[in-house]
């Protein structure tokens, strides 16, 4: 199964990997955070309906989550592919964000 990230998702990955570089002073911190989430992610390949637990903002609109430390990322799967579609801290409101 393939995972893609949205152009969305992916920036802001990125965005709050670098508040952690820059909130650490370590880039070591903020690559350990980076991989730990890309190895949560890799996971959705073998069982994306399973893992994660629907996203409570928009039931039953086929979306999912899953927390990686303060984080939430929410995906959405198809039969072939998992669309990582937000990354986002877990006190922001994803109200429509997603629809």
Known sequence: MEIIWTD?????????????????GVDDVAERFYQKVILRTDKLENAP???????????????????VMDYRIIYRSTSDTVYIVAFVHRSML??????
Do not use: C
């Open 8 to 24: 969305r998702a992916s920036s802001n990955l990125n965005f709050f990997r670098e508040q952690i570089r820059k909130e650490s």
């Open 49 to 67: 309906n399973w893992i994660g637990v629907p996203v409570k903002e928009y039931p039953g609109a086929g979306y999912m989550s899953l927390y």
């Open 94 to 99: 994803i109200d429509g964000m997603l629809g």
